[in-house]
């Protein structure tokens, strides 16, 4: 069986790790890249012996040989590459969070259902095997009824200086939690009050915390912070509980089952979701890709995460950050 030609459109440094990822796949061909800025298209078309290189997605997109993408954009950049890649006919891989308005988001719902390739937006933690066996778990109703949700996903310092200025965190990382806990209790939220603290005057909050009323009743509260100390052990201190009135789930990724000391202290390096093994890089974001790109092989259709679920997500995070501007509880409509 042929692989599977994929372009990567936008090379920053998530962008990279799309094309360390590919290469590592075996059934995937990285075919192409595109970026606007032509020294840094040199930089990873050399790297990883790319032949088609464009600063225009556009004459990408034209050639006939591509046959899916990576959208690695910043997320209020995802609707004009993702609907060209979709009306071009090619699957697109689109990077959370899904887009920066929900209007943006229910145009490229509506571009993938009118398109004949696949869309599937990268819901990472969805192919992190401990969130899938909580999910499993409360589809075999270990919980019962579903009482309270929460889940931590704080990082350094040092990692958001720059991004802070592009996306803030409730956004940025509480939409993957905010999409696991939906997809594991079958629960979407009508409710919402959130507050922000700006600590270092960047464009967007270093931290926020969001409390979520369930429909059911269900307490659901997210915890996500920008400005861990630099020093902090690990680059995601990353926690979740589901509890309910006949069982609980409890997710400790952070636990450190690796851990590494040398001159300046302790580390507790990532070994779930993009750690190098054997000269390749392994875990859950070529996993999701492997996957994508099995359906592309297959004419299946993506189902473990769908466009409507992680339209949904960003609608959630949106509604928090709108309480924590304004101060007051906001309604969500579904």
Not at 260 to 288: F, I, N, Q, R
Request: hydrophobic content about 40%; aromatic content about 8%.
């Amino acid at each position: 069986m042929e692989r599977v030609r994929h372009g990567v459109i936008g090379l920053g440094w998530f962008g990279e790790k799309h094309c360390e990822a590919v290469d590592a796949i075996p059934n995937v061909e990285l075919y192409a890249v595109c970026t606007r800025t032509e020294s840094r298209l040199e930089e990873v078309a050399e790297r990883f012996g790319v032949q088609h290189a464009y600063t225009d997605y556009n004459e990408m997109l034209a050639d006939p040989e591509l046959q899916s993408v990576s959208i690695t954009t910043m997320w209020d950049q995802h609707l004009a590459p993702s609907v060209a890649a979709l009306e071009a006919g090619k699957h697109v891989f689109c990077e959370k969070p899904m887009a920066s308005t929900v209007e943006d988001c229910q145009a490229m719902v509506d571009a993938a259902h009118a398109a004949e390739g696949n869309f599937m937006v990268g819901h990472i933690c969805r192919f992190n095997p401990r969130y899938a066996m909580a999910r499993r778990q409360c589809e075999e109703g270990t919980c019962g009824e579903i009482l309270s949700m929460s889940a931590r996903r704080n990082i350094p310092a040092w990692v958001t200086t720059d991004i802070l200025n592009k996306i803030g965190p409730i956004v940025g990382d509480g939409v993957h939690d905010m999409d696991i806990l939906m997809w594991c209790s079958g629960l979407k939220p009508v409710s919402v009050y959130a507050r922000t603290v700006n600590h270092r005057g960047l464009k967007h909050p270093d931290l926020g915390w969001s409390m979520f009323t369930m429909e059911n009743g269900a307490v659901l509260v997210l915890e996500n912070v920008w400005c861990l100390p630099d020093n902090t052990a690990m680059q995601i201190d990353e926690r979740m509980e589901i509890i309910g009135s006949e069982g609980s789930i409890h997710v400790q990724q952070t636990t450190p089952n690796f851990a590494v000391c040398d001159g300046e202290g302790w580390t507790h390096p990532d070994t779930t979701y993009w750690p190098t093994m054997h000269g390749k890089v392994s875990g859950a974001l070529p996993a999701e890709l492997r996957y994508f790109a099995d359906c592309i092989q297959m004419d299946t259709e993506p189902t473990i995460i769908t466009p409507e679920e992680s339209m949904a997500a960003v609608k959630a995070c949106l509604a928090a950050e709108e309480s924590a501007e304004t101060g007051q509880e906001v309604a969500i409509e579904w």
